[in-house]
Protein backbone atom coordinates (compact mmCIF):
# COMPACT_ATOMS: atom_id res chain seq x y z
CA UNK A 1 0.00 0.00 0.00
CA UNK A 2 2.88 2.29 1.04
CA UNK A 3 3.74 1.73 -2.87
CA UNK A 4 1.48 2.65 -4.45
CA UNK A 5 0.72 5.88 -2.26
CA UNK A 6 4.42 6.63 -3.29
CA UNK A 7 3.94 5.77 -6.59
CA UNK A 8 1.07 8.78 -6.69
CA UNK A 9 3.00 11.05 -4.90
CA UNK A 10 5.62 10.60 -7.93
CA UNK A 11 3.16 10.88 -10.34
CA UNK A 12 1.29 13.95 -8.99
CA UNK A 13 4.98 15.83 -8.66
CA UNK A 14 5.86 15.08 -11.93
CA UNK A 15 2.53 16.52 -12.94
CA UNK A 16 2.67 19.64 -11.48
CA UNK A 17 6.32 20.09 -12.49
CA UNK A 18 5.32 19.91 -16.33
CA UNK A 19 2.49 22.18 -16.05
CA UNK A 20 4.96 24.73 -13.86
CA UNK A 21 6.83 24.55 -17.40
CA UNK A 22 5.53 27.49 -19.27
CA UNK A 23 6.11 29.34 -22.35
CA UNK A 24 5.91 33.34 -21.92
CA UNK A 25 4.68 35.45 -24.62
CA UNK A 26 4.66 39.15 -25.82
CA UNK A 27 2.23 41.05 -28.35
CA UNK A 28 0.53 37.33 -28.65
CA UNK A 29 3.28 35.25 -29.47
CA UNK A 30 6.52 34.37 -32.19
CA UNK A 31 4.70 34.24 -35.84
CA UNK A 32 6.00 30.73 -36.48
CA UNK A 33 5.25 31.10 -40.71
CA UNK A 34 7.86 33.73 -40.90
CA UNK A 35 10.73 31.87 -39.36
CA UNK A 36 14.02 32.12 -41.44
CA UNK A 37 17.70 30.80 -40.57
CA UNK A 38 19.69 33.70 -38.98
CA UNK A 39 22.28 33.11 -40.64
CA UNK A 40 20.61 33.76 -44.09
CA UNK A 41 19.59 36.70 -42.24
CA UNK A 42 22.89 38.14 -41.32
CA UNK A 43 25.05 37.31 -44.26
CA UNK A 44 22.63 38.73 -46.42
CA UNK A 45 21.27 41.75 -44.12
CA UNK A 46 20.46 44.30 -47.23
CA UNK A 47 17.74 41.61 -48.42
CA UNK A 48 15.80 41.55 -45.13
CA UNK A 49 16.55 44.72 -43.48
CA UNK A 50 13.03 46.49 -43.28
CA UNK A 51 11.42 42.69 -43.41
CA UNK A 52 9.18 41.41 -40.95
CA UNK A 53 10.40 37.54 -39.92
CA UNK A 54 10.81 35.37 -36.91
CA UNK A 55 13.72 34.66 -35.79
CA UNK A 56 15.00 31.87 -32.95
CA UNK A 57 18.21 31.23 -30.93
CA UNK A 58 19.21 30.96 -26.69
CA UNK A 59 19.16 34.14 -25.17
CA UNK A 60 22.56 34.74 -24.01
CA UNK A 61 22.24 38.67 -22.47
CA UNK A 62 19.07 40.68 -21.15
CA UNK A 63 19.42 44.55 -20.35
CA UNK A 64 19.61 44.49 -16.16
CA UNK A 65 18.02 47.75 -15.84
CA UNK A 66 14.42 47.90 -17.71
CA UNK A 67 14.50 44.16 -19.54
CA UNK A 68 14.40 46.12 -22.96
CA UNK A 69 16.93 43.88 -24.83
CA UNK A 70 18.05 40.38 -25.31
CA UNK A 71 20.63 38.80 -27.42
CA UNK A 72 20.09 35.50 -29.05
CA UNK A 73 22.96 33.08 -29.80
CA UNK A 74 21.85 32.13 -32.92
CA UNK A 75 22.41 28.63 -34.74
CA UNK A 76 25.53 29.63 -36.28
CA UNK A 77 27.19 30.49 -33.10
CA UNK A 78 26.42 34.54 -33.67
CA UNK A 79 24.59 36.80 -31.87
CA UNK A 80 21.82 39.49 -32.73
CA UNK A 81 19.88 42.23 -30.35
CA UNK A 82 16.67 41.92 -29.97
CA UNK A 83 15.04 45.51 -28.69
CA UNK A 84 11.91 47.27 -27.78
CA UNK A 85 11.30 50.83 -26.84
CA UNK A 86 11.42 50.71 -22.63
CA UNK A 87 8.03 49.86 -21.47
CA UNK A 88 7.24 47.87 -24.98
CA UNK A 89 7.91 44.26 -23.41
CA UNK A 90 10.26 43.71 -20.21
CA UNK A 91 12.47 40.26 -21.26
CA UNK A 92 12.66 38.65 -17.59
CA UNK A 93 16.48 37.83 -16.18
CA UNK A 94 15.44 34.70 -16.12
CA UNK A 95 15.03 33.84 -19.88
CA UNK A 96 18.58 33.58 -20.00
CA UNK A 97 19.80 30.04 -21.55
CA UNK A 98 16.17 29.76 -22.52
CA UNK A 99 14.80 29.06 -26.19
CA UNK A 100 13.38 32.52 -27.59
CA UNK A 101 11.34 33.43 -30.88
CA UNK A 102 11.05 37.25 -32.06
CA UNK A 103 8.37 38.39 -34.49
CA UNK A 104 9.57 42.09 -35.72
CA UNK A 105 11.10 43.87 -38.19
CA UNK A 106 15.15 43.74 -38.92
CA UNK A 107 16.98 46.94 -38.81
CA UNK A 108 20.30 47.79 -39.93
CA UNK A 109 22.72 50.71 -38.94
CA UNK A 110 26.03 52.06 -40.19
CA UNK A 111 27.63 53.53 -37.17
CA UNK A 112 30.73 55.64 -37.39
CA UNK A 113 33.56 54.74 -34.86
CA UNK A 114 32.41 57.77 -32.42
CA UNK A 115 28.62 56.34 -32.62
CA UNK A 116 29.81 52.89 -32.14
CA UNK A 117 31.75 53.89 -28.58
CA UNK A 118 28.83 55.63 -27.07
CA UNK A 119 26.24 52.78 -27.98
CA UNK A 120 29.39 49.82 -26.53
CA UNK A 121 29.51 52.30 -23.59
CA UNK A 122 26.06 52.51 -22.72
CA UNK A 123 25.55 48.61 -23.32
CA UNK A 124 28.47 47.84 -20.70
CA UNK A 125 26.30 50.68 -18.16
CA UNK A 126 23.29 49.11 -18.50
CA UNK A 127 25.03 45.44 -17.29
CA UNK A 128 27.17 46.98 -15.08
CA UNK A 129 30.46 45.96 -16.87
CA UNK A 130 33.45 47.44 -17.18
CA UNK A 131 34.48 49.48 -20.27
CA UNK A 132 37.44 50.39 -22.12
CA UNK A 133 36.75 53.12 -24.90
CA UNK A 134 40.63 52.44 -26.25
CA UNK A 135 39.50 49.15 -27.52
CA UNK A 136 37.00 50.60 -29.58
CA UNK A 137 39.08 51.05 -32.99
CA UNK A 138 36.68 50.48 -35.37
CA UNK A 139 33.17 51.38 -36.13
CA UNK A 140 30.18 48.67 -36.48
CA UNK A 141 27.21 47.51 -38.70
CA UNK A 142 24.36 47.51 -36.05
CA UNK A 143 21.69 44.79 -37.19
CA UNK A 144 18.61 44.49 -34.56
CA UNK A 145 15.65 42.51 -34.54
CA UNK A 146 12.83 45.42 -33.59
CA UNK A 147 9.83 42.90 -32.36
CA UNK A 148 6.20 43.00 -32.11
CA UNK A 149 5.72 39.46 -30.48
CA UNK A 150 8.18 37.09 -28.59
CA UNK A 151 7.63 33.41 -27.39
CA UNK A 152 10.53 32.38 -24.93
CA UNK A 153 10.21 28.92 -24.42
CA UNK A 154 11.03 27.56 -20.79
Known amino acids: MKKK ?3 CGFIAALLVSI ?9 GGAD ?4 VAAADVLHNTEQFAGSKIT ?10 KRGCWMT ?11 KVR ?20 LEQFELDLEKTKRYLAHRAHENGEAFDESKIT ?3 NLVRLKPSAVTIQD
Not at 19 to 27: H, L, N, P, Y
Not at 32 to 35: D, G, R, V
Not at 55 to 64: F, I, N, P
Not at 96 to 101: D, E, L, M, N, P
Open 5 to 7: HLF
Open 19 to 27: VEAKTIEFG
Open 32 to 35: MNKL
Open 55 to 64: LSGEVVKVCK
Open 72 to 82: LKVDNGEEINV
Open 86 to 105: DGDMVFPMSAIGKRAFATGV
Open 138 to 140: EAM
